[in-house]
């Protein structure tokens, strides 16, 4: 089955810091990664998607990951923290078949400090 | 905005009583999904709907029902309601019901139990 895994709860960059949010993943078949961005009272919005296209992805809001078979992991990383991207970051795992539900990692914390 | 409405986006009732949460996908979306964020359990999938019959089904509870309707607005049903249901309860769409499509999340709906 597949599953993702973010360790760690809570991560605190400085404004103008690289943010680096990671997960790996655990799959049988080759997956379909994601990672959503949820802003406090607010539903999950998609940052970006990882589909077996390309293995950098490019998201909004200057977000970017690398798929890694090797070590089987999904970072999530920006250059340059700025203060609107504190919320918390879930990667996903999609099921392939008929089922395509997304399987959550427990989600980070992002705090940007001033 | 994702284009997913969700109604009501708050919800208190008491133990042992029922409760509907309605979703409308985005325009054209045929599948549809439940999810529940609590903060133990964390975003579970609970059901998903593809064009109005049942395509999958997660965690969800036998208190638990959900159905689409041929609008493709969906309802979640909760009955015989107990504290631990309280969480932010989120459906969301995708377009077609395939792995690589990005389903897209309403606002949720926030249902506390006392």
């Known amino acids: 089955a597949q599953s993702v895994t973010q360790l760690g709860s809570h991560v605190s960059v400085s404004e103008g810091a690289l943010v680096l949010l990671r997960c790996n993943y655990s799959s049988s078949v080759p997956p379909y990664l994601f990672w959503y961005v949820q802003y406090p009272n607010q539903g999950l919005q998609l940052l970006l998607k990882y589909t077996s296209a390309a293995t950098l992805v490019k998201g909004i809001n200057g977000f970017e990951a690398e798929f890694k078979k090797s070590e089987t992991s999904f970072h999530l990383t920006k250059p340059s923290a700025h203060m609107s991207d504190a919320a918390e970051y879930f990667c996903?795992?999609?099921?392939?078949?008929?089922?395509?539900?997304?399987?959550f990692g427990k989600g980070i914390t992002l705090s940007v400090r001033p | 905005d994702s284009g997913v409405t969700q109604t009501p986006k708050h919800l208190i009732t008491a133990t042992g009583q029922r409760v509907t949460l309605r979703c409308s996908p985005r325009?054209?979306?045929?599948?549809v999904y439940w999810y529940q964020q609590s903060l133990d359990q964390g975003l579970q999938f609970l059901i998903q709907y593809y064009n109005g019959e049942e395509r999958a089904k997660g965690n969800i509870l036998e208190r638990f029902s959900a159905q689409q309707f041929p609008d493709l607005h969906s309802e979640l049903n909760l009955s015989s309601l107990e504290l631990g249901d309280s969480a932010l309860y989120f459906c969301a769409s995708s377009g077609l019901a395939g792995v690589q499509e990005t389903q897209y999340f309403g606002p949720g709906t926030r249902l506390l139990v006392l």
């Open positions: 996903a795992v999609a099921h392939t078949g008929a089922n395509s539900k997304l399987t």
């Open positions: 325009s054209g979306d045929l599948s």
